[in-house]
Antibody, heavy 118, light 112 residues
Framework: QVQLLQSGGGVVQPGRSLRLSCAASGFAFGSNGMHWVRQAPGKGLEWVAVIWYDGSEKYYADSVKGRFTISRDNSKSTMDLQMNSLRVEDTAVYYCARWGNDKVLDYWGQGALVTVSS | DIVMTQTPLSSPVTLGQPASISCRSSQSLVHSDGNTYLSWLQQRPGQPPRLLIY???NRFSGVPDRFSGSGAGTDFTLKISRVEAEDVGLYYC?????????FGQGTKVEIK
């Protein structure tokens, strides 16, 4: 079965960096694009970034553009989100999600809490 | 960016009774390929979101048939025919017609 296992997360000071990872199993990872979506405490869902199945294209939300970098290693079935220059408003649970057929987010990781605080 | 607006934001429902959530987009979600990429997600308390409905009205694998979706263009609806206790949670519409993908604010379904 499809599984997305996330790691990383934690407490970090404003201006510092953090890296999240998402390890996939149960499907041909190199055949699917992947997304990051975040959810601030008590708030709704916000799309963060996407990477094409082969890494050829990447798009970011304006709120993270220039600070966050999405990447993937198809040989290891992993995807990462490098977060630099973190701000208090980046505090959220970050989810990785698979880009399924028909432009859906069909499987989600368990989430990783990132807290940006001094 | 496409703005997704859900109503109501809260829906207290009696067990066994129907529930309905509306989602309106600020522009048409019809893609150049002719498909309408509007999905619905369910998020139970403390859980990651789960895909329920895709392309307006298609139930994802394992989703009970009490969930149904309808609509076209800019107006969409998620209906639960008979609410069960396990349906409590937040429901989000999401558009994938263009980047950035955007979500509705979420509708909380709770039991009266």
């Amino acid at each position: 079965q499809v599984q997305l296992l996330q790691s990383g997360g934690g407490v970090v000071q404003p201006g510092r960096s953090l890296r999240l990872s998402c390890a996939a199993s149960g499907f041909a990872f190199g055949s699917n694009g992947m997304h990051w979506v975040r959810q601030a405490p008590g708030k709704g869902l916000e799309w963060v970034a996407v990477i094409w199945y082969d890494g050829s294209e990447k798009y970011y939300a304006d709120s993270v553009k220039g600070r966050f970098t999405i990447s993937r290693d198809n040989s290891k079935s992993t995807m990462d989100l490098q977060m630099n220059s973190l701000r208090v408003e980046d505090t959220a649970v970050y989810y990785c999600a698979r880009w399924g057929n028909d432009k859906v987010l069909d499987y989600w990781g368990q989430g990783a809490l990132v807290t940006v605080s001094s | 960016d496409i703005v997704m607006t859900q109503t109501p934001l809260s829906s207290p429902v009696t067990l066994g009774q129907p529930a309905s959530i509306s989602c309106r987009s600020s522009q048409s979600l019809v893609h150049s390929d002719g498909n309408t990429y509007l999905s619905w997600l369910q998020q139970r308390p403390g859980q990651p979101p789960r895909l329920l409905i895709y392309k307006i009205s298609n139930r994802f694998s394992g989703v009970p048939d009490r969930f149904s979706g309808s609509g076209a263009g800019t107006d969409f609806t998620l209906k639960i025919s008979r609410v069960e206790a396990e349906d409590v949670g937040l429901y989000y519409c999401v558009q994938a017609a263009q980047f950035p993908w955007t979500f509705g604010q979420g509708t909380k379904v709770e039991i009266k």
